[in-house]
């Protein structure tokens, strides 16, 4: 077998390494390419102007710092939000039960719950774009929360949430944390599942808490899927467009208050005719989420717990 | 039990595929820049009155259609002339609102459509595409033989002044096709049955405030998500009030044009709406559907929107609603209330490396016939650049009598030269309408954005012709 063993592994990886290739890796380069030139995006002319445009990048106190600024909330709030609630949540449908006859299982209702909490990543983001932006309306506009609010005798903004500076951000944090949360749900909780039952019931036998339960013998032995947890949310933080663009006045307003990353780059790819400079940002956004990732997985170590 | 090490290296490939989203935008368009530059012949005008470009009536025509507030109904039936005169060719027909993300990549690739209506939010900024060369000037088709009459060419069958905002260094690059005018519109029905007279005066209409929020309603309301409504209304009070020269000195950048007592009156007086409390409740949270629609259902007397709305709201208008414009009211002491914000809208052009130009050029030449321009005013309701077109509305024949004097049209153009301004002067407006910054906060705000413009010596700067 060892005979023509090399052809034979290369012909199954010819194609997707090609399609990688091809999809991924070209367009890659030739971003770089286009960063380095004054590219408007509809000729094909264009000169190279070196690292012009990355130095005007930080100059642009307008779009492109805000929305550096505004990714970097996402960027902590969204991951540490999320995995919070989808821990707390994954630990009460397992294991948070009271515990009958010795058995441990989740509270009351776990199965419904697990659904209806997964039911947002069945959804397209443009449709969560869309009811969402109705939830956060102005109250005569039909918005849910502002209307809720006044019925409740609380203030609520005039406008609603979404055209208020002191709110909009966190209003679309609110939702990513809403959409992404059932599906990190299900993820903690098959990882849960991996967690031998005699750990619990030891645990319990020797007066632990729920709370103790969780700390000192769920989470630790989670570790791995929280690492992979924070890099996935990590990377939609950086890559939050669709929201902004869909519910926020003048994609990113009010007065730049929600403009982030992604957006300014459209903005200037398809509003301004400055690819090469929506390029350059591409590229500091690439190189934002390729150390992100290796400083996680580098640092995020622990000593694994033999089982 | 050891779990295998597989996760951080699955990540890290995962990672690798959703960055190339988040760099969508250029990779789409990095395929492109290695697109051909073969320079497609210039048209010139023939002998040959029906046909004075030379169509080869064997090929395609390619058209895209800004599908807004117009829709695509004018533009079918002005393929269906084309196809009659040229019964061998196709028409290649796109309505769609994203022209940027559709036809940005076209031109790139050296492969552009043959007649783009270059229009909508998503436009492809036009002081780019003629910076690059990708328009074919307009002249040829300016000059023909008219196709009514060959006594008479193109350029002279046109309204006065409708070149202007598709003319770039003293040469036409777009026709801009739809005559159009940014006023203030009311319901005449009602303010009949109510007695109502419709405001001239900036007075006029605060007086008639009360009496409008004595019927429970709001008297203003506006695209609040895109202030960019406010734009024209805005400085047409400012121009009124102080003259055109004011607007001009705000277009050319100069100094202190913003702190000009007309600009800052203008401020104060649409600060004063929300002040009094003359303004939809939430108006600053919707958009332009929502606050349409509130327009609509008398929630509020009067919206700020340009001529297309009556067509926009054919089909959802309420029962017996007559959509009428009137001018901006004027402030006290207005040197020229007459001033209006109108002119071509919708720029139509002809790419450069185009494969069918001189069909292109027919094509808008059929457009600018007198069957073309009256196919488009009677599907919209609205006027064409072409002169003498019979609209038989009313909101047609109302704005017909505020665009009457050609020394009132005035378009401010500073949001179309420059995007720094462009992009100070929507949140400003959204803001002071919202009364979240004071007319003085907005007037400084603008005039440091100018002074930063006019300072740049990387901006490229226009100015109106004397």
């Known amino acids: 077998m060892k005979h023509g063993k090399y052809p034979f592994i290369l012909s199954f990886l010819a194609l997707p390494v090609g399609l990688y290739a091809w999809l ?6 030739q971003a770089f390419q286009i960063s380095l030139t004054d590219w408007s995006g509809s000729s094909n ?3 190279y102007i070196g690292f012009e445009n990355y130095a005007n990048l930080f100059k642009d106190d307008r779009l492109v710092l805000p929305a550096i600024r505004h990714t970097a909330i996402i960027l902590v709030v969204l991951p540490v939000v999320t995995i919070a609630l989808g821990l707390f949540f994954a630990f009460m449908l397992n294991i948070g039960g009271r515990s009958r006859q010795g058995r441990i299982e989740g509270v009351r209702g776990s199965r419904f719950h697990k659904i209806v909490f997964f039911f947002p990543q069945v959804l397209s983001v443009a449709i969560i774009g869309i009811l969402w932006k109705q939830v956060y309306a102005p109250e005569g506009f039909g918005g849910l929360i502002t209307g809720a609010l006044r019925a409740v005798g609380l203030p609520a903004p005039a406008n609603g949430f979404l055209a208020d500076k002191r709110f909009v951000l966190a209003s679309v944090i609110a939702v990513l944390v809403w959409s992404a ?18 750990l619990y019931e030891a645990g319990i036998v020797d007066g632990a808490g729920r709370f103790q339960t969780f700390f000192k013998i769920t989470l630790p032995l989670l570790w791995d899927s929280v690492q992979t947890a924070w890099i996935y949310l990590s990377i939609i933080a950086l890559d939050v467009f669709v929201l902004v663009y869909m519910m926020t006045p003048d994609r990113g307003g009010p007065d730049g208050a929600s403009e982030v990353v992604g957006g300014v780059i459209w903005k200037y790819a398809f509003n301004k005719g400055e690819q090469a400079f929506a390029s350059a940002l591409g590229v500091v956004l690439f190189f934002a989420a390729l150390s992100l990732a290796v400083v996680a997985l580098r640092f995020g170590r622990r000593e694994r717990i033999e089982l | 039990m050891r779990k295998p090490n597989t996760k951080p290296h699955f990540s890290r490939r995962r990672l690798l595929g959703t960055t190339a989203a988040g760099l969508a935008a250029s990779s789409l368009a990095a395929c492109a820049t290695s697109g051909s530059d073969d320079d497609s012949e210039d048209v010139s005008v023939g002998e040959d009155v029906e046909n004075p470009f030379g169509v080869d009536g064997s090929l395609p025509l390619d058209v895209v259609i800004f599908d807004g507030g117009f829709g695509d109904e004018y533009a079918v039936q002005h393929q269906e002339m084309y196809k009659n005169a040229f019964p061998d060719a196709t028409v290649e027909h796109l309505a769609t609102q994203a022209i940027a993300e559709t036809q940005q990549t076209r031109f790139s690739q050296g492969e552009p459509c043959d007649v783009l209506d270059n229009s909508g939010a998503q436009q492809i900024p036009m002081d780019v595409l003629v910076g690059d060369g990708e328009l074919a000037e307009l002249t040829p088709l300016l000059d023909a033989p008219s196709y009514d009459d060959p006594e008479v060419t193109v350029r002279d069958t046109l309204r006065d002044g409708v070149l202007t905002a598709g003319t770039f260094n003293g040469k036409v690059y777009a026709l801009n096709y739809v005559f159009s005018a940014w006023t203030i519109w009311y319901d005449a029905a009602l303010f009949e049955e109510k007695g109502w007279t419709p405001p001239t005066t900036w007075d006029e209409m605060l007086a008639l405030c009360p009496t409008i929020q004595a019927e429970g309603m709001a008297p203003w309301t506006y695209a609040g998500k895109h202030p960019v409504y406010l734009y024209d209304m805005f400085l047409m009070l ?6 055109v020269d004011v607007l001009k000195a705000i277009d050319h950048l100069e100094a202190d044009a913003w702190r000009h007592d007309s600009v800052v009156a203008a401020a104060e007086a649409m600060y004063g709406l929300w002040e009094a409390g003359y303004i939809l409740d939430g108006t600053p949270g919707i958009d332009h559907i929502e606050s349409q629609t509130a327009f609509n259902d008398h ?3 009067f919206i700020p929107v340009g001529s297309w709305l009556p067509n926009e709201q054919k089909g959802i208008a309420p029962e017996g609603f007559q959509y009428a414009p009137m001018a901006v009211p004027h402030l006290e002491g207005a040197v020229q209330p007459g001033l209006i914000s109108a002119g071509g809208e919708e720029p139509f052009v002809v790419p450069q490396n185009a494969k069918n130009k001189p069909g292109a050029y ?3 030449r059929i457009m600018l016939s007198k069957e073309g321009s009256q196919i488009f005013g009677d599907t919209v309701q609205a006027a064409t650049v072409v002169k003498g077109v019979e609209l038989d509305n009313l909101a047609a024949q109302l704005t ?3 665009v009457s004097d050609p020394a009132n049209l005035f378009q401010p153009r500073f949001r179309f030269w420059y995007s720094t301004m462009d992009e100070e002067v929507r949140p400003g407006l959204g803001s002071l309408m919202a009364g979240e910054s004071t007319p003085e906060e907005f007037i400084e705000r603008m005039q440091t954005v100018a002074d930063e413009t006019a300072a740049d010596d990387s901006i490229e700067k226009f100015t109106h012709d004397a």
Do not use: W
């Open chain 2, 362 to 364: 027919e094509y808008l």
């Open chain 2, 299 to 301: 929630k509020a007397a």
């Open chain 1, 24 to 29: 991924v890796i070209v367009p890659f380069a």
């Open chain 1, 181 to 198: 949360v059932g599906f990190y749900l299900v993820f903690f909780s098959s990882a849960m599942a991996s967690i031998p039952r005699d």
């Open chain 2, 400 to 402: 017909d009598e505020l």
């Open chain 2, 238 to 243: 400012a121009g009124q009030h102080g003259g």
């Open chain 1, 45 to 47: 002319q264009f000169n």
